[in-house]
């Protein structure tokens, strides 16, 4: 299924629990945006986690569905609550409280993109901004909620990998005995997904040779929060992939390395998803 929100891929047969997606790597601007922002294409594209969705193409040849977002970031973020509401942007919202995330900007409707650069002069209506989230926001998280109801009724748990990328400068200053780290996984300190999920799917990183850490400095934000449900069998977690090892940050282009890092990524997509069929119903026997 593919239209102007969202793509959906789905396997010629389910076979795992896990549902992959890919909410920022949306690159389809509509004319509303373009005809509106003070930036270049360029500019805006810097809020994107672009390439992601190609870097876990594969997933459906393993038997999981991948949700990715067409629509962009810098139009609406999918991987904010639609309530995160930013007065500084959208005309008619009263500030309510401390959010630091619309207050940099970063709402669900973003201000801002990379480097605090305004996306806009000046505000935009209130319509405006509840039209986006109707036809965009609620259309993604609708098929999402699908997805993963339909996991947990066919295989009795739900494994949502939901999958980013970040600014290498994000990480840049950490190290991790002596190494940098290339993957974060997020899991909100163990409150979106169980130890034993997370310990399984960061092994499958390790075991080609990626530098891995936890919930530093990224440990996952809406998606996580809303959809992570361990004690119901419903986990959530986040994966952020530093964008210098695939990608001209710059330019934002496939750099040299990102064939070899999707043919990489295509073992650790293989063994995500075997996780997902460690519980399949004696119907399947």
Request: with cysteine; hydrophobic share 40%; net charge neutral.
């Amino acid at each position: 299924m593919t239209n102007a929100v969202f793509d959906l891929i789905e396997p010629q047969q389910i076979l795992s629990a896990v549902v992959f997606a890919s909410p920022h790597s949306g690159a389809v601007y509509p004319e509303a945006l373009k005809n509106k922002t003070v930036l270049t294409r360029r500019a805006l594209r810097s809020s994107e986690d672009a390439f992601v969705d190609q870097l876990f193409a594969a997933a459906p040849g393993f038997g999981a569905p991948l949700i990715c977002a067409q629509v962009p970031r810098a139009f609406v973020d999918l991987n904010r609550s639609p309530d995160e509401l930013d007065p500084a942007l959208i005309a008619g919202i009263r500030k309510q409280g401390h959010n630091p995330r619309v207050a940099s900007g970063l709402g669900v409707i973003p201000r801002v993109v990379s480097n605090g650069r305004s996306i806009y002069r000046g505000k935009i209506p209130l319509a405006e901004a509840e039209s986006r989230l109707r036809d965009c926001w609620h259309p993604y998280h609708q098929a999402l909620q699908f997805l993963l109801a339909r996991a947990h009724d066919q295989f009795g748990q739900a494994i949502l990998v939901d999958c980013h990328s970040m600014p290498h400068e994000a990480i840049e200053n950490l190290s991790v005995k002596g190494r940098r780290p290339e993957i974060v996984l997020g899991d909100r300190f163990g409150a979106s997904a169980s130890s034993e999920v997370v310990d399984k799917i960061e092994a499958a990183f390790v075991a080609t040779g990626l530098n891995v850490v936890r919930n530093s400095p990224f440990a996952g934000a809406y998606i996580t929060q809303a959809y992570g449900r361990p004690s119901r069998e419903q986990h959530a977690i986040q994966i952020e992939i530093d964008r210098s090892i695939y990608m001209d940050e710059r330019q934002i282009r496939p750099n040299a390395n990102f064939d070899m890092l999707r043919g990489v990524l295509n073992d650790v997509i293989r063994d995500i998803a075997a996780i997902g069929q460690s519980q399949l119903p004696c119907a399947a026997e």
